[in-house]
């Protein structure tokens, strides 16, 4: 497939329905197109292709689904060398690039590498929706591939490991009166002062993992009271967003948010995504570097490949999108970009230096 056909293929895949929880259309289109393929489905989510024991296996990863559209992009176009439409960078465009690739037959008959696509649904959603969890329990083989590319906007940088993501609900207690009378109350706001101090003073924390410096930040999202505005509040409800680096697992990254808490409210844990490390010394992550000659950073957010990771799968973080375009307004990707990457991938994909299965 040509970079214009790429290009095609990604307004088609922009006109398709696919909001999160609506991949239905989607998922029976993919069906279609790969009827002649090994497919398994799960949900929404596809597999295609076969196993293969004798070579090392690659796995091209996208998901289907996209936030919901605006005004601006709910009509999929190409203008002024741009690609234009909802999930056109997030991440429309990278799962374009990984079908184009699989399609190739060429290019998968004289591959040092077995190829499968997984399509999957639910990334946007809440973190227990995301259908990739599932696809990895139903297709255990997938647990033995060598490479997971996850075409995630990356402006083409070639992005290692992740972030762990937790989220908290933090409650601070006080003691109601009426607003007339506050003496006769503890209002909870006034005792929360300190510990929002205490976060709004936290510096972000720089940690090296295989010479790629992730930053841990610790944020209050959301602040909420649940009384009247003539009530002095008797509680003060905190979400608190953390994101720790690959150095630690959910569980000490719970424990590092409650001694930041430090017993000034009761925490409770609402969700928590585990991180990635960056596998830099992977032989096909090694090798991806080489082919894509691209620059090298760590993942500043949660993604994907730390599902991969945690069943033993090596895996990153590449694709043509835009990270300042997701979700955007008028979302859109560069047709460059998109050229850009389909040769990279495709000079990987082709290399000769990869080493058969013992």
Request: net charge negative; hydrophobic share 45%; proline share 8%.
């Amino acid at each position: 497939m040509s970079p214009s056909e790429t290009l095609d293929l990604l307004v088609d895949l922009l006109a398709l329905p696919c909001v999160t929880g609506e991949e239905g259309p989607i998922a029976d289109w993919l069906a279609a197109r790969y009827a002649a393929e090994a497919v398994q489905r799960v949900g929404h989510s596809l597999v295609v292709g076969e196993h293969d024991p004798e070579r090392p296996s690659v796995l091209l990863v996208g998901h289907t689904d996209v936030v919901p559209p605006t005004e601006e992009d709910r009509v999929p176009r190409r203008v002024d060398g741009r690609v234009v439409g909802r999930g056109a960078s997030d991440m429309k465009s990278g799962l374009a690039v990984a079908m184009a690739c699989f399609e190739d037959a060429a290019l998968r008959a004289e591959s040092p590498y077995a190829l499968r696509l997984v399509a999957y649904a639910g990334e946007e959603g809440p973190h227990d929706g995301n259908e990739l969890g599932d696809v990895l329990a139903a297709c255990g083989e997938l647990a033995e591939a060598d490479l997971a590319i996850v075409l995630e906007p990356t402006d083409l940088e070639v992005q290692l490991g992740c972030l762990g993501a937790l989220n908290a609900h933090v409650t601070v207690a006080g003691r109601a009166a009426h607003a007339a009378r506050p003496w006769q109350g503890d209002s909870a706001v006034s005792r929360a002062l300190p510990l929002l101090g205490d976060l709004a003073d936290l510096e972000p924390l720089d940690v090296d993992v295989d010479g790629l410096r992730y930053r841990e930040v610790l944020s209050a999202t959301q602040v909420w009271t649940d009384n009247a505005r003539n009530v002095i509040p008797p509680t003060l409800n905190l979400n608190l967003n953390y994101r720790f680096s690959p150095c630690r697992s959910v569980d000490e990254a719970i424990a590092h948010l409650t001694s930041i808490v430090d017993g000034r409210g009761q925490v409770r844990i609402v969700d928590a995504a585990p991180s990635a490390l960056p596998h830099r010394s992977a032989p096909l992550v090694e090798r991806f570097v080489a082919a894509a000659e691209a620059p090298v950073a760590p993942k500043q957010a949660w993604t994907d490949v730390a599902r991969f990771t945690s069943v033993g799968v090596p895996a990153l973080n590449y694709g043509p999108g835009l990270t300042a375009q997701a979700h955007q307004a008028g979302e859109w990707v560069p047709e460059g970009n998109v050229a850009e990457a389909l040769a990279v991938l495709r000079a990987f994909l082709a290399g000769a230096t990869a080493s058969p299965r013992p």
